[in-house]
């Protein structure tokens, strides 16, 4: 795999004078690798680009030969053959891996599958079981789609489906119902057309498969093994890159590489793959093997893989020696929220002082008196119940980590920093409630109404909670017809659907869906969340709003803990946007949590 430097030289100069893919300097005696696309040169592949560019791959003595796919192009077959490396591919590599290809996937780039269904919206009654007996166009490697449809015990069998031109002109013109397509990519040449068109997401009924993952062949792993390793970690840092600089990496896909996609188009496709990776919240190219299983089970339940299918051999394990600094600066990191977390305390402890000395101030006037004490004992009953069990806890992992005698393997250790991160997050989280619902009662929030798009905050908070909801295999749904800027306070209202979508996670049945229905009028913007949970009693539906009267926060299906105060937050931010907020529930059936406001503040 030496490629000697003069040649590489002719063949950079070559590719420029093609107007193909630049190059940096390339250097003498590098590994080559060929890397096929699983399709056309666009912001789906900015991390190979940048790393390219960037000159990422070559520090890690290697030249990556970018191929961009054709139409008929088989990713898989080529590396195979050995036309490439590596290649780009979907989840259902799987099944080939299941026939006997020596297949393994080194990296999962998009933690979330692209792949949904599309079709022109006619009215609010718009379904998946629309679909059924229609005309579909669908691509290749779609197969997830097709477990989709079964799932929902949608006859395949009567459905007309028919080969995919790789663009939504039959969907518009009529020709078909409905069509294949990347989250990525089609839904914005329906929005420039302004066509309002429904999304059918996989993820609405537990099928959460992964997207553009990369793959190799055994020999590879077991020949070139430093090989990989290099070129896995210069792609992250390209990813990581190029998520961060994503206007810098758009201009130089459109200059470089391809001006098929608009600037606009390439940067719709940037946002919407960047909540795919979720870069935030898992590391690039993160291989979960519990949830390869389930997607192995997924198939298996649908006919496509035998129920004794097997991932051994199929899944990529650096045995590189690890490197501990990020470890370590992850401790730092911990320590340093600790310290934060204290000083948040304090604060508390002040505004508890304050608030004993007002209420001392105000004893002749006895109904403030009582206000202010059910103020201080709740406020004290959250601090020292809701928070004593998550820092006991955060304290337990910090023993586990510094302890000198735990001999810690690295998967080991990265399962303790997942948990740790986990309760750090709900105990996080919980301060930020009790802090904002604090400045809520001294009128220190302040209301800044202007215009905003509600589907941008739920989309953004599905996101926040996507691990969690994961974890207990939730999907979404959202029904929205229309997207319209409404008046509101951006800051207020993300911590109102914030709180709502988090308590529809903590509070659902395994494997269900959560359904978000948006509708915006001239006059009214009205959002529901229905979950399919533990549901509440009628009883204590009309104390949920109400921190007089409201109980202590019930835990979640998985123990989850909260501070009990979101809903009644929730309730003070509507109230001032003259809105009005409230639940239905039946209990064993789940719960309805709706709210409007006017556009007149």
């Known amino acids: 795999m030496k490629l000697k430097g003069n040649l590489l030289r002719r063949i950079g100069l070559g590719l420029i004078l093609l107007g193909g893919i630049s190059f940096n300097s390339i250097g003498q005696n590098l590994d080559t690798i060929n890397l096929q696309l699983k399709w056309k040169h666009q912001f789906q592949f900015a991390g190979y680009y940048v790393a390219f560019e960037k000159g990422f791959y070559e520090d890690k003595g290697l030249y990556v030969n970018i191929i961009e796919a054709e139409e008929n192009t088989d990713v898989i077959a080529d590396v195979m053959e050995g036309k490439a490396d590596i290649g780009i591919a979907t989840s259902d590599i799987l099944i080939a891996r299941n026939k006997g290809l020596p297949l393994v996937v080194i990296a999962n780039i998009f933690q979330h599958s692209p792949y949904v269904f599309l079709s022109i919206s006619h009215d609010e009654g718009d379904n998946i079981h629309d679909l059924s007996g229609k005309s579909i166009m669908l691509e290749n490697h779609a197969e997830e789609l097709l477990a989709y449809l079964k799932t929902e015990q949608i006859d395949i069998d009567n459905i007309n489906f028919i080969p995919h031109s790789y663009s939504p002109k039959e969907l518009i013109a009529g020709v078909v119902f409905a069509i294949s397509a990347y989250l990525t990519d089609e839904p914005f ?43 896995l970690k210069a792609t992250q840092k390209g990813w990581d890159y190029a998520l961060r600089n994503k206007e810098e990496v758009i201009r130089v896909i459109y200059q470089k590489y391809s001006q098929r996609h608009s600037l606009d188009h390439l940067r719709f496709e940037a946002e919407k793959t960047e909540r795919l990776i979720m870069p935030e919240v898992i590391e690039i190219g993160y291989i979960n093997p519990d949830r390869w299983n389930r997607i192995g089970e997924i198939y298996a339940d649908l006919g496509m893989l035998p129920v004794d299918f097997s991932t051994n051999g199929f899944l990529y394990t650096n045995n590189e020696k690890p490197n501990l600094t990020k470890f370590y600066l992850i401790i730092l990191g911990v320590l340093i929220l600790s310290f934060v977390i204290m000083l948040i305390a304090i604060r508390f402890y002040r505004l508890n002082h304050k608030l004993s000395v007002e209420s001392l101030e105000r004893q002749r006037l006895m109904e403030e008196v009582s ?185 979640g299906t998985k123990g989850e803990k909260g501070s009990g105060l979101g809903l009644v937050l929730c309730k003070e931010f509507i109230d001032k946007h003259k809105g009005r907020i409230w639940a239905n529930s039946t209990i064993g059936k789940g719960s309805s949590f709706n709210f409007t406001i006017p556009s007149e503040l």
């Open 189 to 231: 040449r329906l929005l420039e057309q302004n066509i309002s068109y429904n999304t059918f997401n996989p993820r609405s009924s537990g099928i959460d498969f992964y997207g553009d993952l990369l793959f190799t062949t055994e020999p590879m792993v077991s020949e070139q093994t430093q090989v990989v390793n290099k070129f």
């Open 371 to 555: 206000a202010a004490s059910k103020f201080k004992d709740r406020l004290f009953s959250i601090i020292s119940h809701d928070l004593k069990g998550p820092i006991g806890t955060l304290n337990e992992f910090m023993e586990i980590l510094t302890d000198e005698d735990e001999d810690l393997s690295e998967a080991q250790q990265k399962q303790v920093l997942l948990k740790f991160k986990g309760s750090l997050s709900n105990t996080y989280e919980m301060l930020q409630t009790l802090l904002l619902w604090a400045l809520s009662q001294k009128d220190e929030q302040q209301f800044n109404s202007q215009e905003n798009h509600m589907l941008k905050l739920i989309e953004k908070n599905i996101n926040l909670v996507s691990v969690k909801a994961e974890n207990k295999n939730i999907g979404f749904e959202i029904l929205c017809e229309e997207d319209k800027a409404f008046l509101f306070d951006a800051d207020m209202m993300d911590i109102v659907v914030r709180n709502l979508i988090s308590n529809s996670v903590k509070y659902s049945n395994e494997n269900s869906t959560v359904t978000i229905q948006l509708k915006i009028s001239t006059s009214e913007l009205s959002f529901s969340i229905t979950d399919k949970g533990t549901g509440i009693a009628e009883k204590d539906l009309s104390r949920l709003f109400d921190f007089e009267q409201q109980m202590n926060s019930m835990p």
